[in-house]
């Protein structure tokens, strides 16, 4: 892929880890801009970035292995006896993917999630704009996938960017007052099932650090590839 301007990159000033005390993050970030935003972001998701609004991002630590961006390699993945369980308990809700559009239901349920889940984050302050920008704001492929019960209640949601070599799950946010139903799961199990069904090999988890209890779900999606020193490699 040849661009028809330079790709500038910036990076942030340290700051806290929000996941371990004592640790700084920058991150170097780029700006996704023009006709060829969608090939960008098909080139950086492949080199370890992730999406934010119209930016890409990747974290850097002193530790080159301490914070990895990952993802499932799908056709290899089979679910673990728990994973299937969480898949049949879930059978009767209903799915549908929409264009990535804000409703004030969504937003109930999201702040409902943060403030159980990351009530210490930056997120909790989030406003109505602040989250129909992060909804709205994308210049690729984007939409939002709700998921609801047979009554239509909205259970769960998960934003994603559907890129050429798979799905990108930005962020998905759930009913925290039901933990048995295990949607946090659920939702990857069904991301999986959606890149089964359209032949893509990827699912896009985001970031993962191996000390944050936090992020140690994301070690049971098996095959999972991480991008360490250039190159994607099984973990």
């Not at 780029?30 to 992730?50: C, H, K, N, P, S």
């Not at 302050?125 to 602040?130: G, L, P, V």
């Not at 209640?153 to 559907?162: F, G, H, I, K, R």
Request: with cysteine; hydrophobic share 35%.
């Amino acid at each position: 892929m040849v661009f028809t301007r330079p790709q500038l990159f910036f990076t942030t000033p340290p700051s806290p880890c929000p996941y371990k005390e004592g640790e700084l993050e920058q991150k170097l970030v780029t700006e996704i801009t023009g006709d060829q935003a969608v090939q960008q972001y098909d080139l950086m998701i492949r080199a370890g970035f992730r999406r934010s609004h119209n930016f890409l991002y990747r974290p850097h630590y002193e530790r080159p292995d301490y914070c990895l961006s990952v993802r499932i390699r799908v056709p290899d993945f089979k679910m673990r006896k728990s994973q299937r369980r969480i898949w049949n308990r879930n059978s009767d809700i209903r799915s549908s993917r929409t264009q990535a559009f804000a409703t004030e239901e969504q937003f109930k349920l999201f702040k409902g999630y943060v403030t159980h889940r990351h009530g210490d984050g930056d997120m909790k302050d989030m406003d109505w704009t602040d989250y129909r920008d992060m909804v709205e704001c994308s210049l690729v492929d984007t939409e939002i996938i709700e998921y609801r019960t047979k009554d239509d209640e909205l259970l769960a949601a998960c934003l994603v960017d559907w890129v050429h070599n798979g799905v990108s799950a930005v962020y998905s946010f759930f009913k925290t007052t039901e933990p048995d139903l295990g949607l946090g799961s659920y939702i990857i199990l069904s991301l999986v099932d959606l890149a089964r069904q359209q032949k893509l090999p990827f699912v896009y988890l985001g970031y993962w650090i191996k000390e944050s209890p936090k992020m140690a779900y994301k070690a049971k999606f098996q095959p999972l590839e991480a991008f360490q020193t250039g190159e994607w490699r099984d973990i």
